[in-house]
């Protein structure tokens, strides 16, 4: 198994603050691996270090074999990005927003064009092409992104709290994407607050006060810590937890 | 580089789809060019001035004539005794004085020279300067006319004396008109600034669902405000006198009450932009679109309201900064009394009272 | 306590509707809970009652107030906890508490007793400003601050989204405990899981209620049967159950697959995994969680 990403006592250090500490991990091409905590565990900051957003304090970490600290730009371009908070162009339409997107990671204009037909296909857009993208339902703009962010075939997708406040059918739906895109071999690095969904995935880790405390098969980590779920696990685990998010 | 035009072309989509910065863009330097090019202008024309003329002959009548004519110049009074003159000048009714002393014909013919004196009223120092200039001009062309017909060379020399301002420094034009903007600015920014915040965090949604009355709300807004200004004026009063030679000259208690009245007038303005502005950026573009160009225009410091369109000078009427530059003006550089402000006064208090009772009406005292 | 009847309301002139013809009542010391997610209409409606907002249509009424004509006497009387976190930043945890004390004209001593549970967990960091604390803890202090005029109603909108699992958990033992003494609830949510610790909940969606029953009433009214099926490989589990030609619904739940059969097939779906190569399957009768029903509801 061609391993995508591995870290090595990666380390983020905010002054005094130390946001993480000495984080040691793997993850192989084609995993679905969930990446869970409570807030302030250091979840997002360890995120920005793999997307080379963030230079690491101390530590190493290689995503498709690029260095995070000298090669950001060649990961940036081999890796998509999805967050809750912001991923597509309210007052641009559906097709400007893919077009943008695919142009943006260096795409062929024929190559965008093609990408464009099949992705409102897959999704069942096709009529709203045009339609800006805030008045899309929640839902149909959540899909979206995530197909906007693999439009250039990344071999890594990074997946920020992508289901946040999405009705249940919808979600499901956008774990059917998911899936799909794992089948095809894209490695997916995804957070989570929605325990069903850590379910969903090959391994998850679970940060604790800027370590992580468990990292495992969902089926592992419940013989481990004799929870019948994963929401008994992460509870067993984030209770302890000194740091509440400050 | 494919790359940067896809997203120099994003940026475009994004300013284009925005109606209201287009509306800034464009709309902004096409009326700016429009009230500089053909509204305001530099150009003195009309400036009201007095003559006394003391000889009554033809010379002077001829001159007389001859300045009527100008373009420059109206001749608002002939007065027959240069005590009146003060009066005048204080009330702001003539710009410049032109007095012809006794025998002024007869010197000119008999010695080939006669001294005119010119009074200028300096509080504006460009303006002053200016029409002293035009005045200088006509009395130069004059004195060729003279010289020509008479074969002889004539000289009507101008003694020109620039009043209240006789250094003709730029702090007693500037300052007045500086305090109006930073007053009107400050205010109507942080007044509509802070409401909208609590907007904006989402604080005003619990406030408006509390027993707090909105009334409350709106005057817990403005007290900081006006006390800080009223801090910031006598900051500036005090800089005027200690820095730049400049000190009340009249009653600082007058000053202040129509300082406080106009700083009243600019909350209320604040807080009427607030009521639509939904977020602290439209709110700060607001204030300073909209009430930026106005103050620095229309208030008369910069250029001279006499020489606008009417259509302007009708518009300058709205504008508070207009009356209070007046007032300070007449109380600080003057130091004239309450007479010579009320009416001024009483249109801030008006504009005051009315600007409030409309933006507390209007207050939302729901979230739509 | 709070009653609803036919509340309509649209925002831009009737282009988006938010909520169409809702209909619902709270009784008194009720802990009443409004299940959907984003958009659903939640914030709409907690905005009609709070009288920030005026209905197109219907009428409603909280404590016996009319929502609009009452209006002040319900924003005397009620606690609010408004979507996002809306508490001052830049003031410490006991200046906004004492702020909103003062609003509604108590103190913070007169009321101790109803928010010291609460308080007491954040009260070690009362010197701190509201900007800096932890999701959690900003939660906290807003319920403190809805609580501290001992209002009769309580509305949370959305209190725990954005909120670690564990503050969750805690923040809904403080709700029942509130209860306790009698406060009516009304609290909205988009985690389906917590719409179990209610009284009753109101399951909307897209401005539409899809139903309003107690958990276990809506549990009840599930008009299958509802199997859980295992396997070791549940990705392909669920592709091969979706393939089954007897199943008539089927959503993954974590580790199980939820599954509804075709009137007598569900006995042959165990033979068919196997041949499939899931020979590991397993299968077992369950009831169903609020987001079966949901799901449920949702698709017809």
Known sequence: METVIRTEKLTKRFGAFVACNELSFSVDKGEIFGFLGANGAGKTTAMRMLCGLLTPSAGKATIAGFDVYTQTEKIKQRIGYMSQKFSLYDDLSVAENIRFYGGIYGMSRPAIREKTERLLEELQLQKEAKTLVRELPLGWKQKLAFSVSIVHDPGIVFLDEPTGGVDPVTRRQFWDLIYAAADKGVTIFVTTHYMDEAEYCNRVSIMVDGVIAALDSPTALKQQFGGASMEEVFYELARKAKRKGD | MRQLLIFIRKEFLHVFRDRKTLLMLFGLPIAQIVLFGFALSNEIKNSHIAIVDYSKDAVTQRLITRIGGSPYFNIQRTLASGDQLNAAFKKGDIKLAVIFPVGFGDDLVHTGKATMQVIADASDPNQATTITNYLNQIVLDFNSELSQGAGQRMQILPSTQMMYNPELRGAPNFVPGVMALVLMLVCTMMTSVAIVREKELGTMEILLVSPFKPFYIILSKLAPNLLISVVNLFIILALSDIFLDLPVKGSLLLLVTGSVLFILTCLSIGLLLSINAQTQQAAMMGSMMGMMLPTMLLTGFLFPIENMPVALQVLSNLVPSRWYFIIIKQVMLKGLGFSAVWKEMLILTGMCALLFTISLKKFKIRLQ | ?300
């Open chain 3, 1 to 300: 306590m709070i009653q609803l009847e036919n509340i309509t309301k649209t925002y831009n002139k009737g282009q988006v509707l938010a909520v169409k013809d809702i209909s619902f009542t709270v009784k008194p010391g009720e802990l009443f809970g409004l299940i959907g997610p984003d958009g659903a209409g939640k914030t709409t409606l907690f905005r009609v009652l709070t009288t920030l907002l005026l209905a197109d249509k219907g009428k409603a009424t909280v404590n016996g107030f009319d929502v609009v004509k009452d209006f002040r006497q319900i924003r005397n009387g009620v606690g609010y906890m408004p979507g996002r976190f809306s508490l001052y930043q830049d003031l410490t945890i006991e200046e906004n508490l004492q702020f909103f004390a003062t609003v509604f004209g108590t103190t913070i001593r007169e009321n101790y007793h109803l928010i010291k549970d609460i308080y007491q967990q954040i009260e070690p960091f009362k010197e701190r400003r509201a900007g800096k604390l932890s999701g959690g803890m900003k939660q906290k202090l807003a319920l403190c601050c809805a609580l501290i005029h001992k209002p009769a109603v309580l509305f949370l909108d959305e209190p725990t989204t954005g909120v670690d699992v564990v503050s969750r958990k805690e923040f809904w033992e403080m709700l029942a405990r509130l209860k306790a003494e009698g406060i009516t609830i009304l609290v909205s949510t988009p985690y389906m899981d917590e719409a179990r610790l209610c009284d009753r909940i109101a399951l909307i969606q897209k401005g539409s209620i899809l139903s309003i029953d107690t958990p276990e009433g809506i549990v009840r009214s599930f008009p299958k049967e509802l199997y859980g099926v295992q396997a070791g490989n549940t990705h392909l589990l669920l592709r091969e159950v979706q393939a089954f030609p007897g199943t008539e619904t089927c959503f993954a739940f974590g580790d199980a697959l939820h599954v509804t059969f075709a009137p007598g097939k569900e006995g042959d779906v165990l033979p068919w995994l196997k041949e499939k190569g899931l020979g590991d399957a397993r299968m077992q009768r369950i009831t169903p969680g609020i987001e079966d029903c949901f799901i449920h509801l949702l698709k017809n």
